[in-house]
Nanobody, 128 residues
Framework: QVRLVESGGGSVQAGGSLRLSCTPP????????IGWFRQAPGKEREFVSA????????YYADSVKGRFTISRDNAKNTGYLQMNSLKPEDTAVYYC?????????????????????WGQGTQVTVSS
């Protein structure tokens, strides 16, 4: 089973920053849309951000817009989620996902079930 490798989680105070990284296998990354989701205790997994590999279009949940930035470095086969101005409500396990199928509109990339591959998750804890 293909797994994505995530890193960069940790504990920070409110207002701080973290950068998450996601490294899928090279043969998947080069043709995959990348998404980030998160799951807080007792809540369902929710969409955070996504980037299309074909157009570079980015999408964000309203709760993180203006604070988080998604990007990808094709030379390093790595996707990133830069998280600034973190709030306690951002505390969750963050998951990277990859979709290697056609279709990258907003409706598709913001839907959990659209992704073929997932990482193991990385914990982000923001204290007040």
């Amino acid at each position: 089973q293909v797994r994505l490798v995530e890193s960069g989680g940790g504990s920070v105070q409110a207002g701080g920053s973290l950068r998450l990284s996601c490294t899928p296998p090279e043969n998947i990354f080069s043709r995959s849309h990348i998404g980030w989701f998160r799951q807080a205790p007792g809540k369902e997994r929710e969409f955070v951000s996504a980037i299309s590999w074909s157009t570079g279009t980015t999408y964000y949940a309203d709760s993180v817009k203006g604070r988080f930035t998604i990007s990808r470095d094709n030379a390093k086969n790595t996707g990133y989620l830069q998280m600034n101005s973190l709030k306690p409500e951002d505390t969750a396990v963050y998951y990277c996902a990859a979709r290697d199928s056609y279709g990258s509109n907003r409706s598709t990339l913001t839907t959990l079930g659209s992704y073929n591959y997932w990482g193991q998750g990385t914990q982000v804890t923001v204290s007040s």
